[in-house]
């Protein structure tokens, strides 16, 4: 399908727009219970890189693509599993607060382990994500990380502010 996007005789970001739509949320769905390799992952920025740059564009950067060209949240399927991620937990949690507890004991047993090690699952997945994003959940419920002007800041999970 990527083959088919790089194709197009469209600019780029109309290319971008239908590999978001037509690969990107089929390959990524239900990446928050259960990630995909990051092998997978890899393979997937390389053909949505290719479709999204086109013919004419083949050795370009896709770092440079997906951090200032196109919203790589949207478009890069690294950042876009990460992002997933992260908002599938904070909704089913928000839905679901009977689950609290269990999530809160599933984050301080995962705390305990080495990386890398154990059970997959949605805890871990959310984890990693965090880990991905350079952010650390601080409690259950706080997650921590830096922003662009290197300024530590900390936000609830549950809070309204959290899609911001």
């Known amino acids: ?68 060209i196109v919203p790589g949240h949207r478009h890069d399927p690294i950042q876009a599993c990460q992002y997933l991620t992260v908002t599938t937990m904070r909704r089913v949690l928000d839905r679901h607060p009977s689950l609290w507890p269990l999530y809160a004991d599933l984050c301080q047993r995962r705390a305990l382990e080495r990386q890398g090690a154990g059970v997959g699952g949605p805890v871990k997945a959310f984890l990693n994500a965090l880990r991905g994003m350079g ?16 300024e530590a800041r900390t936000i609830n999970l549950l809070d309204s502010d959290f899609a911001r």
């Open 1 to 68: 399908m990527c083959e088919r996007i790089s194709d197009l005789p469209l600019p780029l970001m109309p290319r971008a727009q239908i590999a978001a739509v037509q690969v990107l949320s089929k390959a990524l769905c239900a990446c928050g219970a259960s990630p995909p390799s990051k092998r997978d992952l890899q393979s997937l920025r390389a053909a949505a890189a290719k479709a999204t740059w086109g013919q004419k564009n083949r050795w370009r950067a896709s770092e440079a693509l997906f951090t200032f």
């Open 135 to 150: 952010a650390e959940l601080r409690n259950p419920g706080v997650i921590a990380y830096c922003t662009s002007e290197n």
